[in-house]
């Protein structure tokens, strides 16, 4: 019959909805993990559980086990007592995003904690997929840090991601404010996960400065903090340099440390019945990592280029997370504690670092000259031991003769104050002036 309306579709509609709210009750808590029954929920889920006489507390379900579903709080879960109601959100975990971000400080939540209030902005979930790889802009720009270590020997392309590998105590902190304050990017977002509370304004006020944190997003979950939250910190950083990217922004994501969020992440898998394996990480940290750091790259509208520190234990650069993540990424730059002992700084071996994209963004002299400097760098590291006993004999090879007439003027190019900003040209022109050619 003309203009009748087709029912089959609200009917499905009607027959697919959820009339009945369902709560569900707690029965027990082991360890990080909470158990919960009447629960009907899917994997990452927002929870809310109901505390008698206090706020009700965020958690995300993480795994089922039978009939018991299992949830992890964002917070402390003090209060919570068997029997407490556990309502589902029908929502998975979301941030809000928008302009009124630059310049803030969040939580692992995405919520302020820098004492002023946030307007409401965009809704977006955090779990989201990286981009398809045809979807993907080639990668044929410079992003300039402003550091000469790494414009000048290990290039970064806009869009790149670069990992930083180091040990405790050798300048990671300091690096990466530096490449916030002098990065050619439109806005910085700053990932802070696992740190220790007392480094946080520290780093905001010493290392980032007034001027950087004015483009910057800056998202902390401290070492005290739930593995969950530490986890959604990452994701939280990632997902709002996704919104300035596709908002036409070249951005920049800082992230401080993977292997922290590495350890939450077993925190997590361990805590809901993953079997270790490598080291003791359990299999879903290894699934984990590349879904976090495939989301940087360059897409038609904008690009995220990201740089992401890596804790080595006992700098040990073989360990199974530094191995992963140095598997994913374009390239890494490695921090020596020898050179952080004898003041050099940044601390950068330019022998153990590359930027896998440095051919593709670098002009022909460019990487000329700093293959050569390596080169050189080289040969008189290897034969330092004799040069400074004085058992090298001048002319008794012409390649170490050079390197030694041009160490010091290298050594002055590699070392650089954290306030000593150089422009990306300058850098060029003061390696193509180092010498040593023959």
């Not at 402390?76 to 928008?98: I, N």
């Not at 504690?337 to 950068?348: G, K, Q, T």
């Not at 150089?422 to 002036?433: A, N, R």
């Amino acid at each position: 019959m003309a203009g009748a309306v087709n029912l089959a579709v609200y009917r499905q509609r009607v027959h697919q909805a959820d009339l009945l709210r369902q709560i569900g009750v707690m029965t027990k808590v082991v360890g990080l993990t909470i158990e919960v029954r009447g629960l009907r929920a899917f994997v990452g889920e927002i929870c809310m559980i109901e505390v008698p006489g206090g706020q009700p507390i965020v958690a995300e379900v993480v795994g089922f086990r039978e009939d018991t579903v299992l949830l992890m709080p964002f917070g402390e879960l003090a209060g919570a007592c068997p029997g407490c109601r556990v309502e589902p959100r029908r929502r998975p975990f979301t941030v809000r995003v928008g302009e009124h971000l630059l310049g803030r400080v969040l939580n692992g939540m995405g919520d302020p904690i820098d004492g002023q209030p946030l307007p409401r902005g965009i809704p977006m979930p955090v779990n989201k997929r990286p981009l398809p790889p045809l979807d993907r802009r080639r990668i044929d720009e410079v992003f300039a840090t402003g550091v000469r270590a790494i414009d000048g020997f290990n290039t970064c392309g806009r869009g790149q991601r670069l990992g930083i590998f180091a040990g405790s105590g050798v300048g990671k902190s300091v690096l990466l404010g530096m490449i916030a304050r002098f990065g050619s990017a439109d806005a910085n977002v700053i990932a802070l996960v696992g740190e220790r509370g007392r480094e946080v304004l520290e780093f905001i006020e010493k290392d980032l400065g007034p001027e950087g944190l004015k483009k910057s997003v800056v998202v902390v979950a401290t070492s005290d903090e739930p593995a969950l939250l530490r986890l959604r910190a990452a994701f939280v950083a990632t997902t709002i340099a996704e919104y300035f990217r596709d908002n036409g922004r070249d951005v920049l994501l800082l992230m401080d440390s993977v292997t922290r969020f590495a350890l939450a992440q077993r925190e997590v898998g361990l805590a809901v019945g993953e079997p270790p394996t490598t080291r003791g990480y359990p299999p879903s940290v290894f699934a984990l990592l590349p879904r976090l750091l495939e989301r940087a790259g360059n897409t038609q509208t904008g690009s995220i280029t990201g740089f992401y520190t890596v804790l080595v234990e006992g700098d040990d650069m073989n360990e199974p997370v530094s191995d992963t993540v140095r598997s994913i990424i374009d390239g890494h730059i490695v921090l020596k504690r020898d050179l952080a002992v004898a003041n050099h700084y940044p601390a950068i071996d330019i022998l153990e670092s590359v930027s896998r994209l440095m051919p593709n963004v670098t002009a022909f002299d460019h990487q000329q000259a700093a293959g050569r400097q390596r080169e050189l760098l080289a040969a008189y590291r290897q034969a330092e031991d004799l040069i400074n006993i004085g058992a090298y004999v001048a002319g008794s090879n012409p390649t170490i003769d050079r390197a030694i007439s041009v160490h010091d003027s290298v050594i002055g190019f590699l070392r650089q104050e954290p306030e000593e900003h150089t422009d990306f040209k300058q850098c060029i022109g003061q390696l193509l002036s180092l010498g040593g050619e023959e």
